[in-house]
DNA sequence: CTAGCATGTAAGTAATTACTTGCATGGGAG
DNA sequence: CTCCCATGCAAGTAATTACTTACATGCTAG
């Protein structure tokens, strides 16, 4: 058995079947079987199928943020503190997939979790300014718009990441490591003065 | 009125409803209603539900593929042929951004659509790979992962559609141009020699 | 004008879904 | 041991959903 608790395996099998299905074919009598609980423990949990939902965010809503992590580990040598965040960055969006997925899902539907979303990115975007900012007072990062550099950056971690958390390998079998490497060396490239 | 057909303006509602709400949340009637069409002239044109999204499949396979518009222009200068790529595919997918949203909510459980979405990045890929081999011929972009390099830029502009399409302005509110107008400075200056 | 085809209207059906209620049970805390 | 709390089990309900059938109506081509 499972030494979860009763309430985290039916938010566990919630994130899987919702993100996997999204929230209206995700029953919850197949929530229940996955968690391989009664259904009506699920109501007596969570009052009804939102109160579910919204136990799943809340349980993002509490993520040790990416953004301290960042900041550790700045060696100012741009390829290197880039490439550490890239990498970062995917393997975060990675763990949180099933999120991410409920996320695309049912955004529109339940602003919250977009506002949850939309969190990530904003933070990092800050960080990244400053960071940019700061390398370019040092001289390492020539004359640019630092936001869209920012975004620009996050945009190639996210379409990574897109690409294969939704398509795996149809469009490319390149391994990872090497498809982040590449970005970031062109990107840093195209940083330096 | 509409000078559309019916089917097509079942179809058409069909794209809204599932790619704002999901699959299994549109609702046949929800359909009809949007459409301006009884519910039984659903099924007596498409059989049933399942035969609305293969319609909806259908209406984007055969789309004008991005591919041949991207051949065109070619100037080999770097940053001015990227700018035109990035643009276009931006733009081509926000065109088909409904289609794209339901290959999100949906792609895992109607693999047909994910091997339709999956079409445009393959064919782009090869494309891109093929113009930068040209150009490292020509002695305009530096040895390196020419894969590689083509997903990344792809990641880029998917990357920029994501955040628009779904954050809209949460995260940023940048003109797009100068978004991808910086995007590909920087990109086709890490690609030079 | 008329025949036929596309669509609307009305009514219904079987299955599913979110959710409720009442009662049984078992294990852990006092 | 006993009491209680979490959970299981059984049964049910109102609403919704995909889909069907039968019939009426109106527009269009011949």
Redesign the interface.
Known sequence: MSTKSTAERIIDAALQLIS??????ATTKAIADLAGVNEVTIFRHFGNKRGILKAVIEKFSYLPLLQEEINKNVTWDLETDLLNFSVKHFNFLMSIKDFV?I???????FPEI??E??NT??HI?NELIHYLQEMHERGKVRE??F???A??L???????F??RA??GT???D?PTE??L???I???????TP
């Not at 996050?154 to 379409?159: D, F, R, S």
């Open positions: 996997a299905k999204g929230y209206t074919a997925m996320g695309f899902k049912e955004g529109m539907q977009n506002e979303i939309a990115p904003l975007k640019i718009d936001e869209a550099a975004l620009s996050i945009a190639i971690n996210v379409g990574h897109i690409s939704r398509l149809i469009v490319s390149i090497i498809l490497k590449t970005s060396s062109i990107f840093s490239r195209g940083l």
